[in-house]
Nanobody, 123 residues
């Protein structure tokens, strides 16, 4: 059973940057597609980004494309989300997820989830 733990998020001003990490234990992430989702107050959880097992293929939501970068280090069993040019609309709880999804941007295909970390972007 893989356990995922996100790093602490934080409060950042609009236009700023923040890097989230997601450390796995109890198993290797190398067999899984890893992804980030987020959920803002009053909204459904939405896909942010995903990286395939080898790390050479990534997918992004249109809302973050060009600003966010997902990466993984299988040797360290860790996934990262570099967030640049942050906007107030990026304010949400960010969740790390792992699985073997048929469709990468659909949360129901992921088996393992972190507890979430709050990211707040002030205007």
């Amino acid at each position: 059973q893989v356990q995922l733990v996100e790093s602490e998020g934080g409060l950042v001003q609009a236009g700023g940057s923040l890097r989230l990490s997601c450390a796995a234990s109890g198993g290797s992430i190398s067999s899984y597609t890893m992804a980030w989702f987020r959920q803002a107050p009053g909204k459904e959880r939405e896909f942010v980004a995903a990286v395939r097992r080898s790390g050479d293929t990534t997918d992004y939501a249109d809302s973050v494309k060009g600003r966010f970068t997902i990466s993984r280090d299988n040797a360290k069993n860790t996934v990262y989300l570099q967030m640049n040019a942050l906007k107030p609309a990026d304010t949400a709880i960010y969740y790390c997820a792992g699985g073997r999804p048929i469709i990468t941007f659909t949360s129901r295909w992921y088996d393992y989830w972190g507890q979430g970390t709050q990211v707040t972007v002030s205007s």
